[in-house]
Each structure stands twice: as structure tokens, then as C-alpha cells.
């Protein structure tokens, strides 16, 4: 992978499954690594709201976001890259392409929150996040006209059957969503719903994921200098 020693050294390599330091060069042939970067920040975010299936737009410090993804992944070279088709994703994906083609998917969209979209988490709402922390204990509640967390994994497991069977080696990006990163996870992982719950992504935050034939799957996440604190 060229220039990915340089590029990532910005980076603090975390091993998080299967592996205790960080990836070594070159993957093999039937290796495929996968980068899964969250879209950048938007206003929802900074308010503290529930976004969901809401398309809304990368804020200031979004973009300023995208453009740090882009930085970081200069010289990996790149098979694929792949967005939701939601506004926030699709734009930080097309920051990172550069002009090259990003393949969206709708099957990548955040979780549908249904009645709960909009909500703020700062206190100001409590009683409607109160229950939807309730609710979302339950991977079958489909949030008042929204949708589960099981048909969530569905769609998302969807998405990466098709991209895995257009990519079954090399390097590729996805851009996705908080919630829909964490399905990615599971579904690549085995995770049980309980764990793949436990999964937090900043918006600068990236993870990456290496899938070979002969060995475990392995997970880095991979936190910019700002998010060190997490450590």
C-alpha cells in the first residue's frame, strides 16, 4: 500500500480485534482492507440531535473534516470508494475522491428514527430520548414509524454483499453514519447486538478493517491527535 506508513503516521493506531500492533506492509493479494471513516460533522451533531434518515448538510467544520479524511489517506491507493446516499456522507466521500467516482448506496443510510428524529440530546427533550433509549434497548422497535435495528443490520449486511463480491481483495473506503458504521462492524465481526451497540466513532475517527482468507478478521481504529484522551 503506498505511502500508507507516511500518510497514517498522523494517526494513533489502536488494535482493537485480532491484532496487537499495527498493519504491517504490503497485505497480501487476497487481502481486502477496508477503511470506514463517519461522514464529517453537521450542525445535528454539534446541537446534539438525533439525525437518522434527516438529510442534512456537512457544517463548516464538517468539511474541514473531510478534507483531514482526504489528507490522511493521500497515497493509499484506493480501489473503491463508497458513500450512503445522505448528503453528509456522499460529500465527505466526494472530498476524499477528488474527482474519481464515489459509488452511493442507499442501503448504507443511517438508521430510519422515525418519530425520535430531530430530538436533542442536551436535556431539552428528556421524556422523547428518555424513550427512545428505552426503545432502543429493543433491536426489533421500529421507532414510530422509523425503523429496527435488525432491519438496519439487514440492509446494511445487504450493502456489504455487494461490495465485497465486486471487491473480494485490495482497498477500499466507506463514509457512513455512526449507526450504520457500528452494523458494518457487526456484520464483519460477529458482534452480538449488545456489543455492536458499545461502538462510538468521532467524526474524525477512522477504523480500519483487514479481511483474509488464511487468518481473522483484524480491526485498528485509528484516532487523530485530538481524540487521544479516549486512550
Not at 47 to 75: F, K, M, P, V, W
Not at 183 to 198: H, W
Not at 213 to 221: G, I, Q, S
Request: proline residues 4%; hydrophobic residues 35%.
Amino acid at each position: 500500500m503506498k505511502g500508507t506508513t507516511k500518510t497514517l503516521a498522523v494517526m494513533m493506531f489502536v488494535p482493537v480485534l485480532g491484532c496487537r500492533q499495527a498493519p504491517e506492509e504490503p497485505p497480501s493479494v487476497d487481502t481486502l482492507r477496508i477503511y470506514l471513516a463517519r461522514h464529517g460533522q453537521t450542525d445535528w451533531n454539534a446541537e446534539r440531535r438525533l439525525q437518522g434518515h434527516t438529510d442534512i448538510e456537512l457544517n463548516d467544520t464538517g468539511r474541514r473534516q473531510a478534507a483531514e479524511l482526504a489528507a490522511r489517506l493521500d497515497g493509499v491507493e484506493l480501489d473503491a470508494i463508497y458513500s450512503s446516499q445522505l448528503r453528509r456522507s456522499r460529500d465527505t466521500a466526494q472530498v476524499v475522491a477528488g474527482g474519481r467516482k464515489v459509488v452511493s448506496l442507499a442501503e448504507l443510510n443511517e438508521q430510519m428514527l422515525g418519530e425520535f428524529e430531530g430530538a436533542y440530546l442536551d436535556g431539552r427533550d428528556s421524556e422523547a430520548v428518555t424513550e427512545f433509549e428505552r426503545r432502543s434497548a429493543d433491536p426489533n422497535d421500529t421507532m414510530g414509524g422509523g425503523e429496527s435495528i435488525e432491519q438496519h443490520l439487514a440492509r446494511v449486511s445487504s450493502a456489504l454483499e455487494q461490495i465485497r463480491g465486486r471487491h473480494p481483495s485490495g482497498r477500499i473506503l466507506i463514509v457512513g453514519h455512526g449507526g450504520t458504521n457500528a452494523q458494518i462492524l457487526r456484520a464483519l465481526l460477529g458482534l452480538s447486538f449488545e456489543e455492536a451497540g458499545g461502538i462510538s466513532q468521532a467524526n474524525s475517527e477512522l477504523y480500519l478493517i483487514e479481511l483474509s482468507p488464511d487468518r481473522d478478521t483484524r480491526l485498528w481504529k485509528l484516532i487523530p491527535p485530538e481524540n487521544l484522551d479516549e486512550l
